[in-house]
Nanobody
Framework: QVQLVESGGGLVQAGGSLRLSCAAS????????IGWFRQAPGKEREFVAH????????YYADSVKGRFTISRDNAKNTVFLQMDSLKPEDTAVYYC???????????????WGQGTQVTVSS
């Protein structure tokens, strides 16, 4: 079992930065890949980025590549999403999720956090 709690969301102006955290509990956290997803009102949940259990491999959606950076600290059971050069279209609820295999498909993930709101004003 893995429990996930996101934090770090908020309101920021376009061009600004936020750093999201995904804190996990459970002894097997380091066995899981972690994905970040987001969902805007009226839209489907979409993939943002994922990272393997070792942190050695990362993958990003084209829409955030070059602006977002995913990383993890297994000693602290935490995954981070550094978001720079934010745009109004990045506004959404951001979720982290855990699964043994990193995929871009949200329904593949077994465990989810409650989400954190990110709002980017123009």
């Amino acid at each position: 079992q893995v429990q996930l709690v996101e934090s770090g969301g908020g309101l920021v102006q376009a061009g600004g930065s936020l750093r999201l955290s995904c804190a996990a509990s459970g002894r097997t956290f380091r066995n899981y890949a972690i994905g970040w997803f987001r969902q805007a009102p009226g839209k489907e949940r979409e993939f943002v980025a994922h990272i393997t259990w070792s942190g050695g491999t990362t993958y990003y959606a084209d829409s955030v590549k070059g602006r977002f950076t995913i990383s993890r600290d297994n000693a602290k059971n935490t995954v981070f999403l550094q978001m720079d050069s934010l745009k109004p279209e990045d506004t959404a609820v951001y979720y982290c999720a855990a699964d043994p295999r990193p995929t871009v498909t949200w329904y593949d993930y077994d465990y989810w956090g409650q989400g954190t709101q990110v709002t980017v004003s123009s």
